[in-house]
T-cell receptor, first 113, second 113 residues
Framework: DSGVTQTPKHLITATGQRVTLRCSPR?????VYWYQQSLDQGLQFLIH???????AKGNILERFSAQQFPDLHSELNLSSLELGDSALYFC????????????FGEGSRLTVL | DAKTTQPTSMDCAEGRAANLPCNHS???????VYWYRQIHSQGPQYIIH???NNETNEMASLIITEDRKSSTLILPHATLRDTAVYYC??????????????FGQGTILTVHP
């Protein structure tokens, strides 16, 4: 158990819909990262938040947005969903933004039909 | 971050040492070598990292060549539970988002009884 909690574990929805994935980092961790893993793209970095502020962006689509709240939990919002958005979405946390030692959650599996 | 190259797959007998190589010939002086593994769609798990000295922890050992152009992750007594995809990542310690990990295709390690 990494200490990172992601909900929901599984989600099935239709194209055009909007979903929110939630992540609770390990206690005391200030950084939250989101990654996407699809069959054809592998693990891709999406976005990094540190103590409520956006620190870095990867190849995150404009239809996707994220935020980190004062209690340090984070949400990833995916809108206008397409079939290609079906993937595993992982959240990871670290104590600060200056380490490569990340603790990953078990992921949220999104299926878009 | 420097590109890393790993074999696509490797096999190992249970109880034997698993030696996973990684080539990072273009690594720069301030880039660390990180190793993660992912067990069948679970969240990636941090294993170990190093800069230029060999490192050991309860999970594995990391041997980095003197010229730092390659490294080897050693699992001293592989078990069936070590079957996973192993990722070698070069990470720039000078960046502002250290957790922006670039995962390649990794090495699929299969441990046989």
């Amino acid at each position: 158990d990494s200490g990172v909690t992601q909900t929901p574990k599984h989600l099935i929805t239709a194209t055009g819909q909007r979903v929110t994935l939630r992540c609770s980092p390990r206690s005391g961790d200030l950084s939250v990262y989101w990654y996407q893993q699809s069959l054809d793209q592998g693990l891709q970095f999406l976005i990094h938040y540190y103590n409520g502020e956006e620190r870095a962006k990867g190849n995150i689509l404009e239809r996707f947005s994220a935020q980190q709240f004062p209690d340090l939990h984070s949400e990833l919002n995916l809108s206008s969903l397409e079939l290609g958005d079906s993937a595993l979405y992982f959240c990871a946390s670290s104590v600060d933004g200056y380490t490569g030692e990340l603790f990953f959650g078990e992921g949220s599996r999104l299926t878009v039909l | 971050d420097a590109k890393t190259t790993q074999p696509t797959s490797m096999d190992c007998a249970e109880g034997r040492a698993a030696n996973l190589p990684c080539n990072h010939s273009t690594i720069s002086g301030n880039e660390y070598v990180y190793w993660y593994r992912q067990i069948h769609s679970q969240g990636p798990q941090y294993i170990i990292h190093g800069l230029k000295n060999n490192e050991t922890n309860e999970m594995a050992s990391l041997i980095i060549t003197e010229d730092r152009k390659s490294s080897t992750l050693i699992l001293p007594h592989a078990t069936l539970r070590d079957t996973a995809v192993y990722y070698c990542i070069a990470l720039n310690a000078g960046g502002t988002s250290y957790g922006k990990l670039t995962f390649g295709q990794g090495t699929i390690l299969t441990v046989h009884p």
